[in-house]
């Protein structure tokens, strides 16, 4: 009777140990089998998951980092990166409330901005509604005040989730200013890179992110809320050396004379002497009677016979050996010479010359005959003055497609005893502008020959990241007395000689004409090339200037003096002189494109007294970088401008403060 009680609460023990071991096993069981499934699954049905429905209704896409600024040397932008608007929407998302109550005054605000009926937007709408359309494309290249005004629009401004507005954004690379073309600039597509943007491409080009897209239709791919999987970072900003105002009249000053002399083409670059910073660069070719267009870069991709001013070269070698000096002389006789069955010929006068005569006269037979006097027998102590001064070089400057200059030399098959008489007056070698206008800076610079600059700085988010330095070529060109006795040489050609008729007292020039035939050895018309190559003051040279003008119309004029002189004068006086004399008043205006609708507007973020500015309605890319600079961590979520901040405005914050923004998408 005892033990009943016992024997029950064993019974009841017995029964719970059972189930609990029960429910445990069937825990067990199916934990193996839950396992299981997903080891299967990962196996198996997961890449047939992704293979059959997220591969094929979702994709991963490029989201474009934006090509950083290209500036002038004041700051003034050259080409920039504008932010272009594609206006969708979706339908499927907008309420049918939403839509009946408001597609009314929607379609009054769209008649009024696009300047079409009511009715045809109302048509349109309806259309689209009705098919639930969930990617409708409404208006394509807005800039920043058409877009900033759409969005504001009724049922738009609810948003993507209640009014269905989507917007994509992209980028458009526009020039800036009228007076600095496409040849000069140039581009990067990707596929092929030319002038100042290809040069800098690696610096302007950003890194790209990525983000996800949902297909629609067959064509179509909607962004997911503008999930990024990967930010864009946008790319530097690069300032160049180019002065806009000196840009601006060397343009105006060859346009001009091009049009006069009706040419085919021409160029000028104008080098900072000290720096070799190039201040301009303007290649112009004729595309129909009377119009020029910079489409093309002759200055660094076109390699031509410099003609006489390529005498300037020659006879410095000899100065610098010693063969000749101010006491030299050469009888050219009648002004006509033939050398190894070569006739050399002159065309201003003959008698006795020294040297500066040489030079101020442009006479082919004394440079000839001094080269051939003092070098017929050891020709190659004559090129290597060339090679020391890198006329073989192919220069090594940013701008992709410079040209590689060639030069006759004893080894060359084409080499005779005439070739040494031909390379002392300018023929029988061939080099890129750039490259002889790198020379005279050499003699303007006392002798120091430094490169060619076309970058003044890097810059990104207000930071310098690079400044650009002088680099030297060649330390010393020559001895000080053979720069010296060059200088006052081209200083007499310009008082005295060949270009007597851009002698201005206000300002000493040193310089030197030029005029070459080229393709002379095909049938046909003579084709010529002025030139003027020089420098100013001549007594301390602040700038280089090398000016070509190419076939000029020879009815008109062709002479290096007659032609290309008058625009390196006019250049001259109006970069130099204080008071500038017969100057356009259209040269003293910008000629700049108005960039105010092309650019989301840019304010300067300050922290005063540790209060936090008021960041709601400004544009997320322009505020973050700044505030990052100040010394705060940001955290956000989105694109476009702010619409809430953490801290609040005029609440205190400290240095190393994390700031939340978020932003419109």
Partial sequence: MIKQPNNNYEKKRSNALKWGYLFVLGALVLFITFLARILILQNT?????????????????????????????????????????DVYLDFKSMRDTIYSNNVGALTDSLSKMFD??????????????????????????????????????????????????????????????????????????????????????????????????????????????????????????????????????????????LIKFDADHGSVVVMEVETGKIKAMVNLRRTEPGIYVDAYNYTVKDAQEPGSTFKTVSLLAAMDDGFIDENTKVNIGNGIWTYAGQRITDGHGGGTYDVSDVLAKSSNVGAAKLITEHYADKPQVFIDHLKRWKMFDKMQIELPGIAKPSIQTPSSKRWNKATLASLGYGYSSSFPLLQMVTFYNGIANRGKMVKPLFIDKIMKDGKVLYEAKPEIMVKKMASDKAITMMTHALTKAVEKGTAKSIYTPNLKIAGKTGTARFEYWKAGPMKYQASFAGFYPADNPKYTCFVVVNQPDVSKGFYGGTVSAPVFKEIAGKTFLKTPLNIEKDLLVEHKVDLHKMIEPNVKVTVKKDSMPKLVGLIGKNVIPQLENLGYRVDYKGVGKITGQFPAEGATIGKNQKIYLNLQN
């Avoid at 049905?45 to 429905?53: A, G, L, P, S």
């Avoid at 896409?61 to 272009?84: C, E, H, P, Q």
């Avoid at 000196?246 to 004379?257: G, R, V």
């Fill in 45 to 85: 049905n997961v890449q047939e998951f992704e293979d059959n429905y997220i591969s094929k209704n979702y994709r991963e896409a490029k989201l474009k980092a934006a090509r950083g600024n290209l500036f002038a040397s004041d700051g003034s932008i050259l080409a920039t990166t504008v932010m272009r608007y």
């Fill in 116 to 257: 079409k009926p009511r009715s045809y937007f109302r048509a349109k709408l309806d259309a689209q509604n009705q098919k639930n359309n969930q990617y409708y494309l409404l208006a394509k290249g807005l800039d920043f005040d058409e877009y900033d005004r759409i969005r504001n629009f009724p049922i738009f401004k609810k948003g993507k989730n209640k009014g269905g507005f989507i917007v994509e954004r992209n980028f458009r690379r526009e020039l800036a200013t009228t007076q600095i073309g496409a040849g000069t600039i140039g581009m990067d597509n990707g596929e092929s890179k030319s002038g100042l943007e290809g040069a800098f491409s690696k610096f302007l080009t950003g890194i790209d992110g990525k983000r996800l897209e949902q297909k629609i239709t067959s064509s179509q791919w909607k962004p997911i809320d503008y999930w990024k999987v990967q930010e864009p970072v946008d790319g530097q900003d690069v300032y160049t050396t180019l002065d806009l105002r000196i840009q601006d009249i060397a343009h105006s000053a060859l346009e001009n004379q």
